[in-house]
Every structure is written in C-alpha cells, then in structure tokens.
C-alpha cells in the first residue's frame, strides 16, 4: 500500500465580485445581517462567458505550475463539482482536453460541498493500490447559476471558484499524507438542500421555471444543524481512532458553509482560533471549491507547513458528511 500525499495546491477566482453592499441595492438585507449570521463580505462571480470547466482549468493549471509537471503525466482527473457545465460530457472531459492531459482518464463526482473530500479519499485510494501514480482533484462551481437572487436567504451565501490539489505517492519512509478518513451521507436530509428541477424527475418546463425551481433550495436551519453535529462528530471519531487529541491538530481546514457553524464546530472540539481556517468572508460558499481555497490560503499565509496534522472536515446536500486525516508533506 502506497500512502497518497498532496504535492500542489492551484486556485482560480473570477475577478469580479458581488459584495453586500451590492446585495443591499437588490433585496432587503444589509452588511451587518450578512456578516453576523454568515461571515461573508463578498463573493467572486464568474462572467457570463465563463462555465466550471473554466475555472476548473485555471486553478488545475497552477497545481501543475506550482508542482513543475507537465499536465501529460496526470492520469486521472476527478471533478467534484454540483454545476458542471452540462449534464454530459462530464466537466472532467472538458478539462483532461483542455488542459492536454491526453493519457488521463476521470470523471465528475457529485457530493455537494462534500464532494472535494470525497474526490480526494477517492485519488487516495487510487495511488494506494498501486493503480496510479499522479491524480488531479479539482473541486469548482459556479453557484452564481443556481442562486435565485431573489432569495435573501440563500443569495447571500453562495459564490463561485475553483481549487485543484495534485495527489502523489509519499516517499518509501516518508511521514506524509492521507493518514484516515470518514464519511457518511444520510438520504433522508435530502429535502433540506437541493434543487427540485432539471433532472429526470422534474425536467425543464415552462412551469418548473415559474416556480423558481431550477435555484438552490435549503432549510437554514436543519441544515445548520447538521453541519455542526456532523463536522464535529467526524473530526472526533477520527482522532479517537487514531488515538490522537485536539492537542495534536495543527490546523483544522473545514468547508467554508457558515463562520457560526466553523466557529461552533471549533468549540466544541476545543480547537482554538489560530489553529480553524475561516476565510469564508473573501469567497462566500463556492461549495466543492471551499477546501482547496482554504488549503491554498493557509499555504500562502504560512498557517500550513510541512509536518502539520491537518483535519478537513465538510457537510454537503445529500445529506453528507466527511472528514480526513492529513499530514501535511510539503
């Protein structure tokens, strides 16, 4: 068994943003209540003429860049995305073809905000059979094309990027990578975040589109209180597992939903604030990119370093939930 590290984190933002001062000239809302019940500031949005795929691209690129390896070598490539540029080919397609990674096979992986997590244990479990050596996880979205914003209470809350994480085999020896992880999904939470229309059981008609049926629809409420549970529940039955303590984390790198679910999770856990990554102000929730946003982040600011034990940790509609066990290799 082969233990899978990360070797390269990328990013891609659009430019343009949305802020809550943007918000308050469009629906009743105002910055404080943003701010108090989210954490969110502003928000990037893609242009019209920019897809997932786009701006999965762009952040798959600097993974590569910053790794120094051509996207030739890349073997397989998994999207985790909820927005994908069209229902087929997979984004996955449109990003193996664009990038001119043409020995890589892959595909798209739906799990919602979870999805990232699941696409990285799911490269982990690649690299450690011995199948594959060199896989690419990118999670993007572009929630700016599911958001009504007509809904003040969930306008507010999405945006849109992408992160891309390279996945490697660890040295023969080495104290690097994947060390566990956990996940779990709870179908019958499905009603409490999704989008009603636009699959087989509700296609596209002229009345799926009056009613507003082809935006995200959630109960704030239920689902913040999952996410708490859920986050906090992982984070602990992977320590206890591998008999470790909150002492022992380095830095907890959670999906970026809400600063108030980040902050309850954190106290629960007894983990300080230095050591939870919250930067859900600058991005909102951009969903499968929040991860790798944070993970980036933390990189460039120097919160994350080689030897870290790191716990990611995530929620998403389905309902699901995951965690995961790193030490940080670089």
């Given at each position: 068994?082969?233990?899978?590290?990360?070797?390269?984190?990328?990013?891609?933002?659009?430019?343009?943003?949305?802020?809550?001062?943007?918000?308050?000239?469009?629906?009743?809302?105002?910055?404080?209540?943003i701010?108090?019940?989210?954490?969110?500031?502003?928000?990037?949005?893609?242009?019209?003429?920019?897809?997932?795929?786009d701006?999965?691209?762009?952040?798959?690129?600097?993974?590569?860049?910053?790794?120094?390896?051509?996207?030739?070598?890349?073997e397989?490539?998994?999207?985790?995305?909820?927005?994908?540029?069209?229902?087929?080919?997979?984004?996955?397609?449109?990003?193996?073809?664009?990038?001119?990674?043409?020995?890589a096979?892959?595909?798209?992986?739906?799990?919602?905000?979870?999805?990232?997590?699941?696409?990285?244990?799911t490269?982990?479990?690649?690299?450690?059979?011995?199948?594959?050596?060199?896989?690419?996880?990118?999670?993007?979205?572009?929630?700016?094309?599911?958001?009504?914003?007509?809904?003040?209470?969930?306008?507010?809350?999405?945006?849109?990027?992408?992160?891309?994480?390279?996945?490697?085999?660890a040295?023969?020896?080495?104290?690097?990578?994947l060390?566990?992880?956990?996940?779990?999904?709870?179908g019958?939470?499905?009603?409490?975040?999704?989008?009603?229309?636009?699959?087989?059981?509700?296609p596209?008609?002229?009345?799926?589109?009056?009613?507003?049926?082809?935006?995200?629809?959630?109960?704030?409420?239920?689902?913040?209180?999952?996410?708490?549970?859920?986050?906090?529940?992982?984070?602990?039955?992977?320590?206890?597992?591998?008999g470790?303590?909150?002492?022992?984390?380095?830095?907890?790198?959670?999906?970026?939903?809400?600063?108030?679910?980040?902050?309850?999770?954190?106290?629960?856990?007894?983990?300080?604030?230095?050591?939870?990554?919250?930067?859900?102000?600058?991005?909102?929730?951009?969903?499968?990119?929040?991860?790798?946003?944070?993970?980036?982040?933390?990189?460039?600011?120097?919160?994350?370093k080689?030897?870290?034990?790191?716990?990611?940790?995530?929620?998403?509609?389905?309902?699901?939930?995951?965690?995961?066990?790193?030490?940080?290799?670089?």
């Open positions: 068994m082969h233990r899978a590290k990360i070797t390269a984190v990328g990013r891609y933002v659009p430019p343009g943003t949305l802020t809550n001062a943007d918000l308050e000239k469009t629906i009743d809302t105002n910055d404080d209540w701010v108090t019940r989210t954490g969110i500031r502003t928000r990037h949005i893609a242009r019209p003429d920019q897809a997932t795929s701006l999965a691209v762009e952040a798959a690129k600097e993974a590569l860049a910053r790794r120094g390896v051509d996207a030739s070598t890349v397989v490539i998994i999207v985790c995305t909820v927005t994908p540029d069209m229902l087929f080919p997979s984004t996955a397609c449109l990003v193996q073809d664009r990038l001119g990674a043409k020995g096979w892959g595909f798209d992986l739906v799990a919602a905000c979870s999805g990232l997590l699941y696409g990285l244990t490269a982990a479990q690649m690299i450690a059979s011995g199948s594959q050596k060199r896989v690419l996880v990118i999670g993007a979205d572009t929630m700016s094309r599911i958001v009504d914003y007509e809904d003040r209470a969930t306008c507010v809350l999405f945006g849109d990027g992408a992160g891309a994480l390279l996945l490697e085999p040295e023969e020896g080495e104290d690097a990578g060390i566990d992880f956990q996940h779990e999904i709870d019958s939470g499905g009603d409490y975040l999704y989008m009603p229309a636009g699959g087989s059981r509700h596209a008609s002229h009345e799926t589109i009056d009613n507003r049926e082809h935006f995200v629809h959630q109960d704030g409420r239920q689902v913040y209180r999952y996410a708490v549970n859920k986050m906090h529940d992982v984070c602990r039955m992977l320590l206890d597992r591998n470790l303590t909150i002492a022992d984390v380095d830095l907890l790198i959670p999906h970026q939903a809400n600063a108030r679910i980040i902050g309850a999770v954190a106290e629960r856990l007894g983990l300080p604030d230095e050591k939870t990554v919250i930067n859900i102000g600058d991005y909102g929730n951009t969903t499968g990119g929040t991860i790798p946003l944070a993970t980036h982040d933390s990189l460039a600011q120097g919160r994350l080689k030897g870290d034990l790191v716990l990611m940790a995530a929620v998403g509609a389905g309902l699901t939930a995951g965690g995961a066990l790193w030490r940080w290799g670089y």
